[in-house]
């Protein structure tokens, strides 16, 4: 699988020499590393406060070198930590899936699926398109595992936004009334003096985050023509 800038991923902390820390990269045969100043911002009295050997961490890439990757944890936000160990949960199941029903041949169809894309999001669109995952275990053995993971019921993710939609237009609220209306999937709350919180559950925490930015970028649009001032808090 191959990684870009800018990429969270999990990492298992190897160990700490000097001022820099190394990381294994869960799921790959690629190693990290991470200067102190990208562990936490301001000084650090004592880096095992932040990090130790064999503690998992979730990073965000900042530089793909040839033979290692620059890394920071400082820069990963709690919702991209959060959707990232959910992912790596949910991995955990599905792998145990596979190897309910592949035995033996499970690390083996786990590398292969690894070539292409990280097992949860690959099983995730085998869900709706199971032609790639009957090519690797043929139908039999895909209809089986298809069916598991359909009947385990998923713990639901809550996201929410705060924004703020002001104006000084005589008929200001109607405008922003007429605005939020027009957003679907989304569910808009009145908080106070122009502050409003949007809310998305869903099963998929990656669905849930691109309708919120969807319905984040829609309202930003929309505001700009009416001449609404919109702020993302």
């Known amino acids: 699988m191959e990684f870009e800038q800018g990429d969270i991923v999990l990492c298992t902390v190897d160990r700490i020499a000097g001022t820099t820390v190394f990381v294994k990269i869960e799921g790959t045969e690629k190693t990290g590393s991470i200067v102190f100043s990208e562990v936490s911002p301001g000084r650090i009295r004592n880096i095992r406060d932040f990090v130790v050997p064999k503690k998992t961490i979730v990073c965000k890439i900042l530089k793909i070198m040839p033979d290692h990757i620059e890394l920071s944890l400082r820069r990963v936000t709690q919702k991209e930590q959060k959707e990232v160990l959910e992912q790596h949960k949910l991995e955990k199941s599905y792998a145990s899936v596979l190897k309910t029903i592949l035995k033996e041949k499970t690390p083996e169809t786990i590398e292969k699926i690894k070539e292409k894309n990280n097992l949860y999001e690959f099983l995730e669109n085998s869900k709706t398109d199971s032609k790639e995952l009957e090519k690797m ?57 122009g502050k409003y919180s949007l809310k998305r559950e869903d099963e998929n925490i990656k669905l849930a985050d691109n309708k919120l930015k969807e319905a984040i970028t829609l309202i930003e649009e929309e505001a700009k023509k009416e001449g609404i001032d919109f702020k993302l808090k």
């Open 137 to 193: 275990i043929g139908k039999e053995n895909s209809t089986k595992v298809l069916e598991i993971l359909n009947s385990q019921k998923k713990k639901t993710i809550i996201l929410k936004k705060e924004i703020s939609l002001t104006t000084i237009k005589p008929n200001g609220l109607t405008l922003i009334k007429k605005l939020l209306e027009n957003i679907d999937g989304i569910e808009i709350k009145y908080l106070a003096a």
